[in-house]
């Protein structure tokens, strides 16, 4: 079976400080995160690597056996923001293919990019109260800011190509990009998927069966 990895970026400096958006680079957690990403996610190659030999030498049995079965692509993903592209950065680039792509960027929030949940609920409690209201609908005020459901068309296209591909790929994101992955293969409905809980440091691995797909989850414990 295909294997669909999934994962926020490590803790960047604006998670450390609260504020939302933003482009900063990973803390020191979030390096050391990055570190043990990658070699978590080589040695999950090797082992996938080594049962599909196996299975292929299990069915070949004592006849003459056809060529071994090509090694599977192992594709990697990330937005264009900083925090996602140096999460990927102890990646080997001869082992991974790796593309950073807009449409993975974290939800935009306007004139709120850069504020804490307080400052914005302080300067725009009307913003901030709506918000609370109906998240899902939300769209954040000032050029480019975006809702759940903006962000959800604009990711759509690629999760169509998630599950057309037969590639393994590791999906290196953002809290809300991530909610809405993990809950179209998981039959999540619409209204809940801004609440899920999707914590950094948690990498999730999907494979998709012909109905639905099984979710093993790990937790980077520091
Ligand atoms: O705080 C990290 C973050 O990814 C922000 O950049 C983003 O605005 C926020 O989480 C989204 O989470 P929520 O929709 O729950 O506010």
Known sequence: DRQIWLTRHGESADNV???IGGDSSLSEKGRKFAACLSRFVHAQKMLFRQKQLENYREKIGSSTPPPEPPER???????????TIETVESLDPKEFDIMHIRFLNEI???????KTYQEIEQSYPEEFNARKNNKLYYRYPGMGGESYLDVIHRV????IELERMTDNILVVTHRVVLRIILAYFLDVEKEKVPDMDVPLHTLYCLQPKAYGSELTKWKYDD
């Open 17 to 19: 400080s609260g504020r």
């Open 156 to 159: 759509n296209p690629l999760i």
């Open 108 to 114: 935009y929030a306007g004139r709120c990019e850069g």
């Open 73 to 83: 692509n192992f594709l990697v993903w990330t937005s264009m923001l900083k925090r």
